[in-house]
């Protein structure tokens, strides 16, 4: 008398209802030595009586993860490759040991296998970090955006482009700044931010994303027409506008949460060392990488006109981010309400960057 045992599948596992599992990782019967050819060639491994207990004593949920391993591993039951892992992680489950998931089980958003690892503190409560950040990245907090004369640098802004404002009696009552980022050769990432104000008496705040804006004037039978009022298109000889290449402020395309990018109608290669771009070419069915804005638009909005009243500070917290795509600038409009008053404010965005100088 022989045994045949084929090890579970994981989708097979996991279909089991919880708390209804299977005594054991494997479906199991009991063959006569004629069959063991038959059963071997349909994937079941044949192990005699006395084999297949030393296994199932030795994965006993009630024995050490040192024993399991031990008994997996011994020359006298030889798994393949598969059946190991599935019996692995079918037993480092019931044993609350860590568990190394397969590639048809987890991945993260680069289609990276990932390690699941139970860590716990001296009081044996789970340990558990979660981040945001992608890889590669690093965090990097500013108070002012990049110069946009220099499209490989970060930073490096005059004061004129910080993050802050300071509202004097008699100027206009909303007053804006943009702050500028350079991500053709620095993906960047923006994640939360922290404002501070004083004497505000229920003024108010709000945080745009918005493109840099591309020079035109009109023209006729060009290769440029506006779109929208603020969208420059590419045309084949009929345009009604005028774009000279050399003040092209070409605004990256970025994808969304699901990989999706939005319409693109212009496609450049960055030469990093003259620091232009350069093979500015028309996309007119939209799959470019780069769009052409003639007035602002409104891209995205982080805060609509936030109250702040008195004098204190607020973290804008989240645990998403949002990819900041080349020639795109970050535009606080700050507004007086109610009886002209001096205030003050700052703010300071939370990014993610692969460049932080």
């Not at 004097?168 to 350079?182: R, T």
Request: hydrophobic fraction near 35%; proline fraction near 6%.
């Amino acid at each position: 008398m022989l045994v045949a045992y084929k090890p579970y599948s994981l989708l097979d596992l996991e279909s089991h209802p919880l708390g209804v599992l299977p005594e054991t990782p494997w479906s199991m019967e009991y063959i006569e030595d004629s069959q063991a050819g038959d059963y071997a060639e349909q994937g079941w491994v044949i192990v005699t009586m006395d084999e297949y207990l030393s296994l199932i004593t030795s994965l006993s949920p009630l024995n050490s993860k040192s024993m399991a391993l031990a008994a997996i591993k011994s020359g006298t039951i030889v798994l393949t490759p598969e059946q190991e892992q599935v019996i692995k992680d079918w037993y480092y489950t019931l044993n609350d040991q860590p568990v190394k998931t397969t590639s048809d089980v987890a991945k993260d958003k680069d289609g990276i296998p990932i390690t699941v690892a139970k860590v716990t503190g001296t009081d044996d409560r789970t340990v558990v970090q979660s981040t945001p950040r992608p890889r590669g990245t690093y965090t990097y907090f500013t108070g002012a955006g990049d110069n946009p004369a220099d499209p490989t640098s970060t930073g490096g802004t005059s004061n004129i482009t910080d993050l802050i404002g300071h509202h004097l009696v008699g100027a206009p009552i909303s007053e804006v700044v943009y702050a500028d980022f350079n991500a053709i050769t620095n993906q960047t990432f923006i994640n939360e931010g922290y404002i501070q104000w004083k004497d505000a008496l229920n003024d108010c705040l709000s945080l745009e994303i918005v493109p840099r804006v591309t020079p035109w004037s009109a023209g006729t039978n060009t290769n440029f027409i506006i779109y929208g009022g603020y969208l420059i298109l590419p045309a084949a000889g009929n345009g009604n506008i005028t774009v000279n290449e050399a003040e092209m402020k070409l605004v990256e395309c970025t994808p969304n949460e699901f990989g999706v990018f939005v319409a693109g109608y212009w496609n450049a290669t960055f030469n990093p060392v003259t620091k232009v771009f350069e093979n500015i070419t028309p996309a007119p069915l939209g799959d470019g990488k780069f769009n052409l804005f003639g007035a602002e638009a409104r891209l995205g909005r982080f805060g609509n006109r936030v109250s702040i009243l008195g004098s204190g500070a607020q973290r804008i917290a989240t645990n998403d981010m949002t990819q900041i795509g080349h020639n795109v600038r970050i535009k606080i409009i700050a507004t007086t309400r109610g009886a002209d008053h001096e205030w003050w404010w700052n703010f300071t965005p939370s990014t993610f960057r692969k460049k932080t100088c």
